[in-house]
């Protein structure tokens, strides 16, 4: 379960984050909603531990980020809106790197390449360097990194940004499936219908603030009856 | 921490293979087996004269020994203001986006910085060390007179990294006072010892140390990752010699973050009426002084260490300095507006 309570984030004296709280169950998928600058993504750094917060504690299955942050940090994993790939890296040293820092088993590692770099066509880039990539696979690189270990939080930012049609079909159900195992999905996106498609939950902020929370059915209904 | 080394680690071995692939690339466009052939020959050659050049002033190079003994104070003090010039332009603990990349996996950047400032220590120490080796074997100092110095090159050469570090971080107004209030402690502390007649040397190592424990509870605090990570990228990677020999001559757009930080005010971002000649005219000046000032501020600083280095000469040595002092500023000063008006 991860908790975050009465966070509080400012950056040069200007709030960014107000008395942001909620907490997500095991196995939910929730949908971080708002308009540009409204603390989406500030939100998924301040989980990271990138943005210092002001205020306020995020626990995650009972590990608090402050008091163990590296034991808080092997349970979560996450994808950037924009991939950043190591330069010095393959992409089999990504994701060897990946493994190796989430321990995961060799045998599990092997099967678990195999069957994402199938699914999303890499198959045949392993060897390569970064630079050797289109952005969309250099996205893909960065999706199956995050999607390598078991971890109880996945967080997404803009998952299908840079994806084509296939690939983007092919994550929804990942996602899917990682959620019937139990993974929470905390991710944002501008792409609602997809959103609606993928989230049972809904968050919604507004200036850095939390407008409403709740069932994503619920929020369907609310932006029907808005745009009627 | 002990999966943080075996990252790096990885990490490194990783780097180096590619190091080695895109300078492979590099150099192989630029050079041909001939020309390496002739390059080894000269090397040797020059490596050869070098060493009988020493063997026949050796003589002389123990006439200086005395000389020499007497300015030590001055070559630590070098090191010390070198650390502070170099702080305008390198962190001196690297830490490329890579390593930055790599909080976003299971590991702090705590650990990350601490492995990497040993690392840095143990690189200067190598070096100070390899110098040093060198100086022994090639020329005919005695060990005794060696050692002394080895010691305490070695001691400014690890101490000044932590320093280095934090002033790489400050900015704007706050980083030349930083800068002004060290030169004036700095030109106190030596006519105090002038007029004690005390041996200054071991009061620096001393000073540099104690620093040390104001410097390190804030080591990680108020850190500007993007310059950090953009200098040490550039350096790690060297892009200007992998450009250059691959024939990529696009200059490349560097951030002067120090100076921007100098001008930097809500003012300057307002909307202007561009239909005003004299602010679009303001505006322009205003521009291309900001691409010419980091040069102009090189200079005024080189200047400011030269002048402090010469409180510390022998009276006999003080006369030569400035004057070569007054040509050099002369000439830049000279070259550089002339170059300004030329290309204006």
Known sequence: MLEVNGLEVSIQQQVILHEISFSLQQGSITALIGHNGAGKSTIMKTIMGWQEKREGTIQLNGVDQDQSFVDFKRQLSYIPEEPFLL?????????????????????????????????????????????????????????????LPDVSLLLIDEPFMGLDIDAAADLTELLKEKAAKGTMILLTSHQLERMEELAEHYIMLHHGEIEEQGLMVHFQALSRRTTK | MKATIQLLRFLRKSRAQKKKKLYQQAVGVAFDWVIMIYLAFFAGLGVFIGYGFIQEAADMLLAYQSLLASILPVVLLGIVLSMIGLSFYQPGIAITSTEWKLTSLPFTMEHIWLLLYLRAIAHRALLVSVIFFMIFILTPYPLEFVLPWYSYFLLAAVLTLLPQWYIFQIEGWRKLLFCLVGFVLIIMARLLFAILDLDPTHVFILALALLHVYLWPRRLTHINWQKVMEKNDEKVWNITFVNYMSGNHQPKIKRHYFVKSLFASPRRKQPFDYQDKMKVMRKLWWKSFEQEVNQVAKFISSLLGLVIVLLFLPSEMQGIMSLVIIFLFVTISTSFFLFYFKIN
């Open chain 1, 87 to 147: 330069p010095e890296l393959t992409v089999m040293q990504h994701f060897q790197l990946y493994g190796q820092s989430y321990q995961l088993e060799q045998e599990l590692f092997r099967e678990r390449v195999q069957i994402f770099t199938k699914t999303f066509e890499l198959a045949d880039k392993l060897n390569e360097y970064p630079e050797a990539l289109s952005k969309g696979m250099r996205q893909k690189v960065q999706t199956i990194c995050a999607l």
